[in-house]
């Protein structure tokens, strides 16, 4: 598309996009959305930077490589803090009582490990997003 | 220590499969190699835990410390850890197998996915077995279907997407029914863990009767599509005869008997006899078994593409385990156990010996398997004792699989149904023996009879023997493994 509108609203709205997808991640645990619905909007933004300046340019600002790390470290990061779990208590998975700081109840920084895990869902969903959408334009037809 | 060992078998599977795309640039052995250590790990801790259940007893474990109100737990017992031995041990007999032949037809660059996508099924079977939570249930059935729709189109031909789609489809509408199911016992109970819905079940059983029926009613119909219980079966010969050999071997022996331990351990668990007694389960399902049975395997003779023919028998085969659940008795029970491990250990073994044999000579039809006895003895001298094994020749697993379904039947006082399993094991010697037939006592083209052993990788040739030695080694000495299913059908109630 080579619209110098569309390439520059592009250009301005892709921050405040992902902006907000963060905050969505971050404030998981106290207000609705989460991991997944913030992955979803960061991931949204990187398609809207395909569609509008082509699969090439895309992919040196977020190759494969990149989003092939970034899905397995996302769950990784999960699942190592699961095993912080295991490790103290004995249980996979444990919050509280695994030594998660609970906070002030409310605030950001509050509900143990829950934001730390939405974090991770929040890199998979993200990354995921984006192959999926770059496979299925690089995909010949059979 | 040991009450860890179940999630960390869960972990090693789904942290397996996260890794494998990491490695992409090391060489594709390293992989292979790595996954099988975790495998032989995960095969090791089944053994500690089964040892561990038989002499300590069952136990559970919340994840999260949550309340079994709240939260998932699982629940380890004879049951769900004898199971998931059974299928540890038969994945790594396939697994050694695919590391030779990896897959007839699957790009070299895509080996890398079939084995994430084969780590993410097992990570879902067990976590089917273990989880004692009907919802997670759920969430594991639909990983599961979802890994196997991938493997099933991964040889990016038509008809595997044909195949794929179809599976998708109709293993869609059996998820959502179960999910419905599971949506009505809530409503009833107000709990998903299996225990606690049990008891809501027993207590509102005369309150609620119409949601009672309709749940049970969705949730085994559901189940029953995913493990192609008779009429709906239909995507079952596409799916399986498309996938690459290995992967059929999963499937066939593996996956759909995953379907058929969750459908037991709700009609047993969730819902207890009384209950699918006084709603006539077990006489539909004898029914269903029964001409599932016959269909399947009248099916399996008009076929002539092998693979294909090999899932229509999976279908009769699914009918002998359903009609050992049908009888709804310890010994019912115990045969259809027995069943799943035995035909698990032979369709492997039917599957992976034909994948040999389309590995080496690239012919799928069967009519043209004359004479390939002397070029391939090895794969279908396996073939033959699989295959003899299926129609119930003594010295087999097939053999004491149906002896205690028949005195099942016996006990039950259905003679009808030794009738059907003796028709369904001359049906079976129908489309079974001309293979053998044609293999070993027909010249082929060439005249040549010569026998000398196939030149296909060991990796291949020696799962095929384990496989051959095992369905003997088990027709001879059933002994040890029945009482551990007894073990095993007792702690499901």
Known sequence: MNDIIIKSITRLIIPFIQLYGVYIILHGHVSPGGGFAGGAMIGTSLVLYTLVFGIDKSKQKFSHRVSEYAESGGILLYVSLGLIGIVITGSFLTNIEAGFPIGNPGSVLSGGMIPLLMVGIGIKVASTFITLFHTLIEEEVV | ?493
Not at chain 2, 55 to 79: C, H, K, P, S, V
């Open chain 2, 1 to 493: 220590m040991i009450t860890q060992l179940p999630i960390i078998n869960l972990l090693l599977f789904l942290g397996m499969a996260l890794i494998i795309p990491l490695f992409k640039k090391r060489s594709f052995s390293l992989t292979t190699n790595l996954g099988l250590g975790v495998l032989f790990l995960v095969w090791i801790s089944s053994i500690v835990l089964l040892y561990h259940v038989i002499t300590e007893g069952a136990f559970y474990y919340q994840l999260g410390n949550y309340d079994r109100m709240l939260g998932i737990e699982l629940l380890i017992n004879t049951f769900s850890v004898l199971f998931s031995l059974f299928i540890v041990s038969l994945v790594i007999i396939i697994y050694i197998y695919s590391t030779g032949d990896a897959t007839e037809g699957v790009a070299e660059k895509e080996y890398g996915r079939y084995y994430i996508l084969l780590f993410i099924l097992l990570f879902a079977m067990l976590g089917i077995l273990y989880t004692n939570d009907l919802f997670n249930t759920y969430v594991f059935m639909e990983i599961l279907s979802i890994t196997t729709v991938s493997i099933i189109s991964i040889k990016r031909k038509k008809e595997n997407y044909t195949a794929a789609f179809r599976y998708v489809m109709l293993n869609e509408v059996g998820s959502l029914s179960y999910l419905f199911g599971v949506a009505l016992l809530y409503m009833i109970t107000g709990y998903t863990n299996i225990e606690l819905v049990s008891e809501g079940v027993q207590s509102g059983w005369s309150l609620y009767p119409a949601n009672i029926l309709t749940a049970i009613g969705f949730m085994v119909t559901g189940i029953g599509i995913k493990a192609a219980i008779f009429p709906f079966h239909i995507w079952l010969p596409d799916a399986h005869s498309t996938a690459p050999s290995s992967s059929s071997a999963i499937l066939s022996a593996v996956v759909v008997k995953v379907y058929i331990l969750i459908m037991i351990k709700i009609l047993f668990r969730v819902f207890g006899i009384d209950i699918i007694q006084a709603v006539h389960i077990p006489t539909v399902l004898l029914v269903i078994a029964s001409i599932g049975m016959i269909m399947g395997s009248i099916f399996a003779i008009a076929q002539t593409d092998v693979k294909r023919m090999l899932g229509y028998s999976s279908v009769a085969q699914i009918g002998y385990i359903v009609m050992g659940i049908g009888m709804v008795s310890m010994l019912g029970l115990q045969a259809a156990f027995f069943h799943i491990f035995s035909h698990g250990l032979m369709k492997a073994a039917l599957f992976l010996s034909v994948g040999a044999v389309i590995y080496h000579k690239k012919i799928r039809n069967v009519n043209e398997f004359d004479g390939i006895g002397f070029q391939m003895p090895v794969a279908m001298f396996v073939f033959s004792i699989a295959a003899l094994g299926m129609i119930g020749v003594p010295l087999t697993t097939g053999f004491i699989s149906k002896l205690n379904l028949g005195l099942a039947a016996l006990d039950a006082g259905q003679v009808v149904l030794i009738v059907v399993l003796i028709v369904s094991g001359f049906l079976n010697a129908l489309y079974y023996l001309p293979i053998m037939i044609s293999a070993f006592l027909k010249d082929n083209k060439d005249q040549q009879r010569v026998m000398r052993v196939e030149k296909i990788p060991k990796t291949m040739l020696v799962p095929l023997v384990v496989l051959g030695g095992l369905i003997i080694a088990i027709g001879l000495f059933p002994g040890e493994l029945l009482s551990l299913l007894e073990a095993a059908a007792l702690s499901l109630t």
